[in-house]
């Protein structure tokens, strides 16, 4: 999906019947994906799965993203599964 995978990710933030996202395996992800899933985050009040396993982006995840993981009321299971060590959060 490229670049587009963005828009998509941010836009499913305000679908209050999205519950279950699955972004597993995604490749050709950039900080601006790691920005939409933060929005997703901060804004959904649905997002009960998030699966980001063998994504790209999990290395690019940084500091809002995790403090968001934790303010939501609604996220119940969130895998970032990944054989890549995220050792800098600072992006």
Do not use: C, W
């Not at 999205?18 to 490749?27: E, G, K, P, W, Y």
């Not at 690019?60 to 970032?80: P, W």
Request: cysteine-free; overall charge negative.
């Amino acid at each position: 999906m490229g670049k587009s995978v963005n828009s998509v990710i941010y836009n499913l933030a305000f679908s209050p019947k999205i519950r279950h996202i699955d972004l597993s395996d995604i490749a050709g992800t950039d900080k601006d994906t790691a920005e939409a899933l933060f929005k997703l985050l901060n804004i959904s009040g649905s997002i009960e799965t998030l699966i980001l396993a063998n994504s790209s982006v999990v290395t690019l995840l940084g500091e809002d993203f995790y403090k968001s993981v934790g303010q939501s009321k609604t996220l119940k299971y969130l895998n970032l599964d990944s054989g890549v060590a995220v050792a800098n959060a600072n992006h």
